[in-house]
């Protein structure tokens, strides 16, 4: 399930939807923040998409503890966020705040 929300911001949260699933719609979505899973990092799709829809903050969610990350996610998507095209990429831990 995926949520547009809209007041003084406009928000997209895409939930566990694919990247190819918001093609064509990217230039109607001007969003403020795009909040989606850690697999947009991860992928040349998800970046894709983050350019076309070119949000001012990406937040990357459903992250593993740090300390416990035997995938290494946190490793792989902090390295690709090196490289996003966008200027802020958050990655909260389990319970912090991000301002929106």
């Excluded at 928000?11 to 697999?39: E, K, Q």
């Excluded at 001012?56 to 992250?63: A, G, P, T």
Aim: hydrophobic fraction near 45%.
């Amino acid at each position: 399930m995926s949520f547009l929300i809209e007041g003084s911001r406009r928000v997209l949260f895409t939930g566990d939807a694919t990247p190819n699933a918001w093609r064509g719609l990217a230039d109607s979505l001007r969003v403020h923040t795009l909040i989606c899973p850690y697999a947009y990092a991860t992928g040349s799709a998800g970046w894709h998409l983050v350019k076309e829809i070119a949000p001012e903050k990406v937040i990357l969610v459903h992250f593993p503890l740090k300390e416990n990350d035997p995938q290494g996610l946190w490793d792989a998507a902090l390295k690709t966020v090196k490289q996003a095209p966008v200027g802020q990429v958050f990655i909260p831990q389990m319970g912090q705040t991000v301002s929106i």
